[in-house]
């Protein structure tokens, strides 16, 4: 008999072990998955680098199911925390590009930036590939 007296609530019990076993590869794995989900939507504010993670952790996610009928409810968290890692990701870059082609003090900014790094300017690097820079 478990602590309360009911066989479902023992520690050593299948059906508790089967979504809690640190052991087991595919919930360390929906886990791992868990993680890098959550670490998809601050990180997408840094290079886009939310959106490779997220994508990342909706395919461990789904591969964390493994033979299984269903999916652990930590992959399904991941696939949710992904999915929103991605969209954000890219909701941010649309806005930035957005931003860079209205906005003159963005686009200097970016043009200084450019030139530093690449030593071409971006409006160059458009011209280069044929696209028209309105002055």
């Known amino acids: 008999m478990g602590d309360?007296?009911?066989?479902?609530?023992?520690?050593?019990?299948?059906?508790?072990?089967?979504?809690?076993?640190?052991?087991?590869?595919?919930?360390?794995?929906?886990?791992?998955?868990?993680?890098?989900?959550?670490?998809?939507?601050?990180?997408?504010?840094?290079?886009?680098?939310?959106?490779?993670i997220g994508g990342i952790a909706i395919v461990l996610a789904i591969l964390s199911k493994g033979a299984a009928d269903k999916i652990l409810p930590q992959a399904k968290r991941a696939i949710l925390y992904g999915s929103f890692g991605i969209v954000l990701g890219?909701?941010?870059?649309?806005?930035?590009?957005?931003?860079?082609?209205?906005?003159?003090a963005s686009r200097r900014q970016l043009n200084e930036m450019s030139e530093q790094i690449n030593g071409v300017s971006f409006d160059d690097m458009l011209r280069q590939l044929g696209v028209s820079v309105d002055g």
């Open 4 to 52: 309360f007296g009911d066989e479902r609530y023992r520690f050593d019990n299948y059906n508790y072990n089967k979504t809690h076993n640190e052991l087991d590869p595919h919930v360390s794995l929906a886990g791992v998955a868990l993680v890098m989900g959550l670490l998809s939507i601050p990180l997408c504010f840094f290079l886009n680098i939310g959106v490779i």
């Open 90 to 104: 890219y909701g941010v870059f649309a806005y930035n590009l957005y931003s860079v082609l209205t906005n003159p």
